[in-house]
Structure formats: structure tokens, C-alpha cells
């Protein structure tokens, strides 16, 4: 019996163990995968920004007030999620035929240490439609970091270089500046669509 009980006892921390570690991997997929939007109408979210444009020229969220706009949260050097997600963007804006101008389209790095002005500037025209791109400084962008309860993370590289883990969701938000819905990157294409619609008609 004496001999059963340490195996017994093991078996139980590598039980607890486990479980625990397949939260914590749950917890950060969700971090990454998208920012919970605001949940009450109490919550801020969004509002007052200052960033930099790709001619260097300071850019205040005033400059957006007027028009709905869909804003995403990414680097120019990401691999993936990024590239993938303003594709879709520029597809979903030829789908909405006319509607497709009543919008804009705001890309932000969030990587101040690679990305001038003049290299999101480049980056957003390879998409073929109009895409404002900012960047701006450390505290710039933490600013408007916290402003949009994003995720941002840096990961070392072994060549002493860094990746960075964001938030894939894609905010879109009102005349006035509020929000109006999310489109997650795994989401299906006609319900982002439609949330468009819904952003443009309102």
C-alpha cells in the first residue's frame, strides 16, 4: 500500500498540472486572438489619440470624426495574421460595391522600434485601397494601446531580434467615434460582411 500512495499523489500534480497549464494556453489565445469589446456602455474604449502619418505629420482621432472606419492593430513585419487580415479588408470593401467608400481603414503598428511612417506608408499600399497607416512614438502608441484594451507583447528571438503578439481583432467604430462591432480574424466572411453593412448604414 505504502508503495501505491507516491504514485497515486504524483499522478494527482501531474493532473493538476496539466489542467492548469491548458488554462493558462486558453487565457493567452484568447489575450492574442482578440481584445473583449466594451461590454457597457460605461466602459470607455477608443477616443482621443495623437499618432504619426506616413508623411510624419501628427494624426489626432479628430481627423477620423465624420466617417465610420475600421481600425487594425498590427506590424509590418508580421508574418500572418496581419497581411491576412487588411487583405480581407480590401476584399470586403469591393464586395460592398458603393458602400465601400463610406468608410475608412486604419492600420497601426504597434512596433515603433521597426516601423517609420514612411515604412507603414509603404506597406499599406501593397493592399490596392486606401488604408491610412500611423505609427508614432512609444508612448504614442501605448496610449492608444490602452485606449482600445489591446494586447500587445513582445517575444525575443534567438537572433536577439523581437516578434510581437497583438490583438487579431479588427474594431469597427461609429461617425462619432464609438464602438459599433468586431470582426474577429477567424470569423466567417458574410458575417463580416454584414457588420459592415451595419457600421456604413448607420
Excluded at 71 to 78: D, E, H, K, S
Aim: aromatic share 10%; net charge negative; with cysteine.
Amino acid at each position: 500500500m505504502s508503495d501505491w500512495l507516491p504514485r497515486i499523489r504524483r499522478a494527482l500534480w501531474l493532473v493538476i498540472w496539466a489542467a492548469m497549464a491548458l488554462a493558462g494556453g486558453v487565457l493567452l489565445f484568447r489575450q492574442y486572438d482578440a481584445a473583449p469589446p466594451p461590454a457597457a456602455s460605461d466602459i470607455p474604449f477608443g477616443g482621443h489619440f495623437t499618432l504619426i502619418d506616413r508623411h510624419g505629420q501628427p494624426f489626432t482621432d479628430a481627423k477620423l470624426k465624420g466617417r465610420p472606419f475600421a481600425i487594425f492593430f498590427g506590424y509590418t513585419r508580421c508574418p500572418d495574421v496581419c497581411p491576412t487580415s487588411l487583405n480581407r479588408m480590401a476584399q470586403l470593401r469591393t464586395q460592398l460595391g458603393a458602400d465601400g467608400n463610406k468608410f475608412d481603414i486604419v492600420f497601426v503598428s504597434v512596433d515603433p522600434d521597426h516601423d517609420s511612417p514612411q515604412t507603414v506608408g509603404a506597406y499599406v499600399d501593397l493592399f490596392g485601397t486606401p488604408i491610412i497607416g500611423l505609427t508614432g512614438s512609444t508612448a504614442q502608441i501605448a496610449e492608444i494601446t490602452k485606449a482600445y484594451h489591446l494586447y500587445v507583447a513582445k517575444v525575443p528571438q534567438a537572433d536577439g531580434d523581437f516578434t510581437i503578439d497583438h490583438t487579431a481583432a479588427i474594431f469597427l467604430m461609429g461617425r462619432n467615434g464609438e464602438f459599433v462591432a468586431m470582426i474577429d480574424h477567424q470569423e466567417d466572411q458574410n458575417m463580416a460582411l454584414a457588420k459592415l453593412r451595419q457600421l456604413v448604414g448607420a
